[in-house]
């Protein structure tokens, strides 16, 4: 294993720590329990938006926290769900008296222990609406999961609702947009290398050098199948299609792009990937009108690449150009 690390055991530590002095003017990081809030929480008078999971998958959900995104994120271990005084402490942290959303990816000990977290902010007063994310194509079930996995739609919801928040929408309207954007959008991803997670020092999986794995999940879960290496459109095509075909999205519909790196791969493969993606979708007279190419989403190392399709409407497309000022997203300001 090699990895610019010191201790498996304070990798997240010390990497909270980093984000503390990299950013004191973005946000706050709080340890034992630990959780980071934007600079100015509370705010009082708007919604809180609180998410979180396990660490390894950076900039989400620490990276996110800021104007016009996050209020709080919670940061467990690396791959394993935060705890829920984490979140009933993030979640009274930023409480500005309008009420907090709980944005939850759909993985068994996040939608728990955000359930447990929500009873015990409730029982102090505080109103608390929670919304899954369950955007994952690629399987039903997972060794994470019951229920489709919740993946990059998370970063479009946490960034459109964050706008909505801003714009001191109502907890119940802003948690409705969030159902809306998770209704509208749809992912898949796939990997060409595992990854290493720093406390177990070997790889999660196993890939032959001329295989990948289709429909893979963000923990190194399996996909739908593993098969021979292929050009970079033959893969847009086994990722967009199902992506496409769930919904389904429609000739004459516009949406957002979002082409992701899974830690590994290089901008210049992402451009690549995008290019193929606006072919097909142009082909099927779908129009890409906002698009977001990066590693937003990632599981450590792992080569590989998600695509996630939003379709937009009028209202998305303006809370989503709103301005955002985090340390993983900004812009308009």
Same mark, same amino acid.
């Given at each position: ?74 940061? +467990? ?139 893979? +999940? ?52 992402? %451009?690549?990937? %995008? ?18 190419? +990066? ?8 080569? +590989? ?29």
């Amino acid at each position: 294993m090699k990895k610019l690390i010191n201790r498996p055991e304070d990798v997240v530590t010390e990497a909270l720590q980093g984000m503390a002095v990299a950013h004191p003017d973005l946000l706050k990081v709080t340890f034992g329990p630990n959780y980071i809030v934007r600079a100015d929480a509370p705010v009082q008078g708007k919604v809180a938006l609180v998410s979180g999971g396990g660490s390894g998958h950076e900039p989400m959900h620490g990276g996110f926290v800021g104007m016009g995104m996050l209020d709080a994120a919670c940061p +467990g271990e690396v791959f394993t769900s935060p705890t829920p005084d984490q979140m009933i402490e993030a979640t009274k942290a930023v409480d500005g008296g309008a009420g907090v959303v709980h944005i939850v990816k759909n993985y068994t000990g996040d939608v728990m222990n955000f359930e447990m977290a929500a009873d015990l902010a409730r029982g102090e007063g505080i109103e608390v609406e929670a919304v899954v994310i369950d955007d994952d194509v690629a399987v039903q079930d997972s060794l994470y999961t019951a229920g489709r996995r919740g993946v990059g739609t998370t970063v479009l919801a946490e960034k459109i609702c964050g706008a909505a928040a801003e714009d001191k929408q109502s907890l119940q309207q802003v948690a409705d947009l969030c159902r809306k954007v998770n209704a509208n959008g749809r992912s898949m991803g796939m990997a060409l290398t595992s990854c290493i997670v720093p406390s177990a020092g070997k790889p999660t999986f196993e890939l032959g050098d001329d295989e990948m794995e289709i429909g893979i +999940g963000i923990h190194g879960e399996p996909g739908r199948e593993r098969r021979k290496l292929a050009p970079a459109g033959e893969v847009v095509e086994s990722l967009a299609t199902p992506v496409i075909d769930d919904i389904p999205f429609q000739e004459g519909d516009e949406v957002l792009a979002f082409v992701n790196s899974m830690g590994g791969t290089p901008t210049i493969e992402l %451009y690549v990937v %995008y290019n193929e993606l606006y072919k097909l979708l142009e082909g099927r007279g779908i129009k890409i009108t906002r698009n977001l190419i +990066g590693a937003y989403i990632t599981s450590l190392e792992m080569a +590989g690449v998600s695509i996630t399709l939003l379709k937009l409407d009028d209202e998305l497309t303006r809370l989503w150009d709103a301005p955002v000022q985090t340390p993983g997203l900004r812009w308009g300001v």
